[in-house]
């Protein structure tokens, strides 16, 4: 992240004066810019989220179309979308909202009116970065897996033949080449 690549953030929220305020902070962050689009409903906001995939998503909890978790549940479940980093907004510090968001996939939670410009920063900077991080370590798994799949393919055989073919398939498989030369 850096004042180079700007970063996609989603505000939804049905108040336009706290989608303003939000705004306003993320237009006065030093450290990073953002290409800000914002929702006043969840429908449109999953309709966007169809074709795009934002960096981060500041979400109000109560909508008027629905609640903030069952757009995270439509993003994460329906749309396969585990690479938006979202923080939950919600009036009221209610523990058992905070506790819900974070299980089915928020990477955050502010209270509305309990937090300054440097605490959004911070908090989305934190979100993208968590997200960032759970995706190397999900492709650092799926290499593991391959090396490990030929390692045991390699030991199965002992034809030359046959390992060079079956490492080549594998690793095309991996890399989703037509051709692989070992």
Same mark, same amino acid.
């Not at 290409?35 to 914002?38: A, D, G, K, N, V």
């Not at 991080?133 to 798994?141: A, D, R």
């Given at each position: 992240m850096n004042q180079y690549?700007?970063?996609?953030v989603l505000l939804i929220d049905d108040s $336009?004066? /706290?989608?303003?305020?939000?705004?306003?902070?993320?237009q006065h962050d030093k450290l990073n810019n953002y290409?800000?689009?914002?929702f006043q409903s969840t429908k449109?906001?999953?309709s966007w989220c169809e074709q795009h995939t934002p960096d981060a998503i500041l979400l109000d909890y109560l909508m008027p179309d629905d609640d903030g978790l069952e757009f995270l549940r439509q993003l994460r479940e329906n749309l396969n979308n585990n690479k938006s980093a979202v923080i939950m907004l919600t009036g009221a510090g209610d523990e058992m909202i905070a506790v819900s968001a974070m299980k089915n996939g $928020?990477? /955050?939670?502010l209270v509305k009116n309990h937090f300054n410009p440097k605490t959004l920063h911070s908090a989305i900077r934190h979100a993208v970065e968590r997200i960032k991080?759970?995706?190397?370590?999900?492709?650092?798994?799926e290499q593991q897996q391959l090396i490990a799949q030929i390692a045991l393919r390699i030991r199965q055989s002992l034809?030359?033949?046959?390992?060079?073919?079956?490492?080549?398939?594998?690793?095309?498989?991996?890399?989703?080449?037509?051709?692989?030369?070992?």
């Open positions: 690549s700007p970063l996609t $336009a004066v /706290d989608r303003y305020i939000y705004r306003q902070y993320l290409e800000i689009l914002e449109q906001a999953i $928020a990477q /955050d939670y991080l759970t995706q190397q370590l999900e492709k650092s798994q034809k030359l033949e046959e390992i060079l073919h079956q490492t080549a398939q594998q690793v095309r498989q991996f890399l989703q080449a037509d051709r692989v030369l070992v």
